[in-house]
Every structure is written in structure tokens, then in C-alpha cells.
């Protein structure tokens, strides 16, 4: 009997992919019920955003290895030569993500087979579906020329605007949007600045916006 759980139990549904969070656990549970199964083997198929990245042996000692048959699949031998009546072996196998193949879920199948006869086949095959979302890790950083301007309340002011420098001094402020090692099609950033004051008095005036190419 064959049973997969994907690590950590409590893990959260979507699967939220980032480069922190990049791997796929699971665990692995083969039991044989009856007579020994000879030449025991799990064959692991997995879709074309994922990477077989690592397996571990079971706490018990049985030997385990596990080699890469295709781009898509792996084969797992379990307790060579035979797995004993009524042993149970536990181990685990990673994946991680191919971030240049990105879709909205991965599929890993799993079949335990061997050359024993199997009464119910169904009970070794497990077929997971988990869907996906991937975090852009964009991250906007400000720098500004001044901190703060103070308006004097007893201060001249001009009644008649000749020119900006009429108004106050420059403010210039600069946003550097960065992303991280998910590609990202396209961004949008939205800018507000302060136009008036409470008693609808122009505050601020936008004079020019300038842009660098896309590094």
C-alpha cells in the first residue's frame, strides 16, 4: 500500500512560490501486507516545472536509491532485494522548481510496482495535483534631496508666481522598483504626491518625470 504526503502537513494551499520557498517535500509510505515483494520500486512522473532534486533514507536502514530516468521521471528501488512481510518503509523526496517554466499547478504521480502479484493496484498509486502561485518579490526603494521643507506662517509669499522658484525649492524624489528571480511581464507603479492643502491651496506642482531604461 502505497500513501504520499506532501511536507509540511499544515503546508497551505495554493503553493506560494518564491526564492525562499522553491522546493516540494514529500513524504513516502510503501507497507507490504502479504509475502515478500521482490525487486520493489517506486516510479515517481512529475511535470515539466519541476526538477527531482534529492531523496533521504529512511530512519530504519532500509536502503533506498533513487536515479533519474527522464527529464519527467524518477525511479525510487526500495528494500532491494525484497521487502518483507509486513515491513513498511518511510522516506522522503524533493523537488524543486524550474522558474523558467512557470504554471499554475505541478503534478507529481507516484506507482509503487513490483514482480509480486498486486490483489487491488489502485492502492499503489498516488496522484497529486498542487496548484501554484509565485511571488514577484518586487521591492520599491525611495531616496529623496530634502527630508522636510517648513512653510513659515509669517513668510512672504509672492502674489504673483513668475516661475517655480517663486513657489519653494525643489523636491526631487527618486523610486527604483526591483524584482526578484521570478520573471515579471509587467509592472505598474502608481505615484501619488500631495497636489493641495486642506484649504485647497496648491502645494505641489509636478515638473518632470524621468525614466531609465529597463536593466
Given at each position: 500500500v502505497l500513501d504520499v504526503q506532501q511536507l509540511p502537513a499544515a503546508q497551505a494551499q495554493p503553493f506560494i512560490v518564491s526564492n525562499q520557498n522553491k522546493r516540494l517535500t514529500f513524504s513516502v509510505t510503501l507497507k507490504n501486507k502479504k509475502e515478500s515483494a521482490y525487486n520493489t520500486a517506486i516510479v515517481v512522473d512529475f511535470s515539466e516545472n519541476l526538477f527531482f532534486a534529492s531523496w533521504s533514507m529512511p530512519v530504519d536502514g532500509t536502503e533506498v536509491t533513487c536515479q533519474v530516468t527522464s527529464q519527467k521521471s524518477v525511479t525510487c528501488d526500495v528494500g532491494?532485494?525484497?521487502?518483507?512481510?509486513?515491513?513498511?518503509?518511510?522516506?522522503?523526496?524533493?523537488?524543486?522548481?524550474?522558474?523558467?517554466?512557470?504554471?499554475?499547478?505541478?503534478?507529481?504521480?507516484?506507482?509503487?510496482?513490483?514482480?509480486?502479484?498486486?490483489?487491488?493496484?489502485?492502492?499503489?498509486?498516488?496522484?497529486?495535483?498542487?496548484?501554484?502561485?509565485?511571488?514577484?518579490?518586487?521591492?520599491?526603494?525611495?531616496?529623496?534631496?530634502i527630508r522636510f521643507y517648513e512653510v513659515s506662517s509669517d513668510g512672504n509669499v509672492p502674489s504673483i508666481v513668475h516661475n517655480f522658484e517663486d513657489i519653494g525649492p525643489k523636491f526631487i524624489f527618486s523610486i527604483k522598483v526591483t524584482t526578484g528571480s521570478v520573471p515579471v511581464s509587467m509592472a505598474s507603479v502608481i505615484i501619488r504626491i500631495p497636489q493641495y492643502t486642506k484649504e485647497k491651496n496648491p502645494l505641489m506642482y509636478l515638473t518632470g518625470v524621468h525614466t531609465d531604461q529597463v536593466r
Open positions: 532491494y532485494p525484497a521487502l518483507k512481510r509486513k515491513q513498511q518503509v518511510t522516506f522522503t523526496i524533493n523537488f524543486d522548481f524550474n522558474l523558467q517554466n512557470l504554471q499554475n499547478q505541478a503534478s507529481v504521480s507516484f506507482q509503487a510496482l513490483s514482480e509480486s502479484y498486486e490483489e487491488n493496484k489502485a492502492d499503489n498509486s498516488v496522484n497529486l495535483k498542487i496548484p501554484l502561485l509565485y511571488d514577484a518579490e518586487i521591492h520599491i526603494t525611495r531616496s529623496t534631496n
